[in-house]
């Protein structure tokens, strides 16, 4: 287990590959910027967000393209953005399979098992379940003891807050790991800010700091750097510093390539949120009346005119639900190729045949 050198701004430990001159506290300087920005993490935080329901169909727009090509909003459009959270309901199921039923303990001793039921209570058993639950979430989520007034605690780390450095490639030895997480404070003129703070994790205790908006760490003064656990002598009254063996930091991974559940399920996901807004689209239009555009067929007229994909009549089409053309049997009203479009409070008007004037080539729609 690593020992940092992180209160004394020396040069970092010679049995790493750093380049010379460069401390511990800059390295992780270094690192902890990185991490913030991976795509390890996004994954990590997108889990959290599309299991509170917060997934990509909640900020779909519906666009077109303007006359320079560029795709622009239309706001006036119905916008449907339905979410069936079934990915949630993925994560429950497999949590409760794995973390459902309470814990039993096979002992010879009955005193001893009495004695771990009342450690590894129903505190303990919620905790779990939320540690199990993160793990299928973020991939891996974190279970850290400690002790507060002399009784054994656990606490819960999502993903997204602790970095770890590994000590071999399949990841089950810690050297050293990074707690990073944001508190609110007030600051001299009483106004709430957001301040991470940093704990690192390794041989020799856990050092304390804050983060900068440049990277850097300075101490913390508010909190206790040092051992893991300090016990007052009742004789003596001297406190005696202890550590743990290992880091104290117990990873539940939900494999062993440790991906979050939504990367195999997203995709499946967006298709259904999707698929079940779409049909809302054109029923939520407001009551709009109907324009009906005749256009004698015996007329030497093309037919209808083949807007292009860009530019002006990309914004009309959605705008007034222009349908389709069809061609009246000559039978009826002597072959009239009818043009219907749907315009919002418009009140109808109906062009008969004997309203309509013989058209010149200037007055051919555009």
């Known amino acids: 287990m690593v020992t940092l050198n992180l209160r004394d701004d020396c040069v970092a430990r010679t049995a790493t590959n750093f380049r010379r001159g460069m401390t511990d506290k800059r390295f992780l300087e270094l690192e902890i910027t990185a991490w913030l920005n991976s795509p390890e993490r996004k994954r990590q935080l997108a889990g959290e967000m599309y299991y509170d329901g917060d997934q990509a169909v909640t900020r779909r727009k519906r666009m077109v393209l303007d006359d320079d090509g ?111 997480y944001m508190v609110q404070v007030y600051d001299e003129r009483e106004q709430a800010k957001d301040v991470v703070k940093v704990e690192v994790m390794h041989g020799g205790g856990v050092d304390c700091f804050i983060r900068k908006d440049d990277g850097s760490l300075v101490p913390d003064d508010y909190a206790r750097s040092g051992p893991y656990i300090t016990e007052t002598d009742r004789t003596t009254g001297e406190a005696r510093p202890y550590n743990w063996e290992r880091i104290p930091l117990v990873c539940f991974k939900s494999s062993h390539h440790e991906l979050p559940l939504l990367s195999r399920v997203k995709c499946l996901q967006d298709a259904y949120n999707t698929v079940l807004s779409r049909p809302g689209q054109s029923s939520d239009w407001p009551a709009r009346g109907r324009l009906r555009t005749l256009q004698p067929s015996g007329l030497d007229w093309r037919g209808p005119v083949a807007y292009p994909p860009t530019g002006r009549h990309t914004r009309i089409g959605p705008l007034y639900r222009l349908l389709k053309w069809r061609l009246f049997p000559r039978s009826c009203w002597r072959g009239l190729m009818v043009c219907s479009m749907l315009l919002p409070m418009f009140r109808a008007t109906i062009l008969t045949p004997s309203s309509i004037s013989p058209r010149t080539e200037a007055d051919r729609p555009l």
């Open 70 to 180: 560029k795709p622009v909003e239309l706001k006036h459009l119905p916008n449907n953005r339905l979410v069936n959270n079934q990915y949630s309901k993925m994560v429950d199921q497999k949590t409760n399979y794995s973390f459902g039923r309470p814990i039993s303990f096979d002992t010879e001793d009955k005193r001893y098992a009495e004695a771990l039921k009342e450690i590894l209570g129903a505190r303990f058993r919620r905790i779990l379940r939320a540690v199990g639950e993160g793990a299928w979430i973020g991939g891996k989520s974190w279970l850290y003891p400690y002790y507060e007034a002399g009784e054994l605690a656990f606490k819960r780390f999502p993903a997204d807050e602790v970095l770890p450095f590994w000590a071999d490639a399949d990841h089950t030895i810690l050297d050293a790991a990074v707690h990073v």
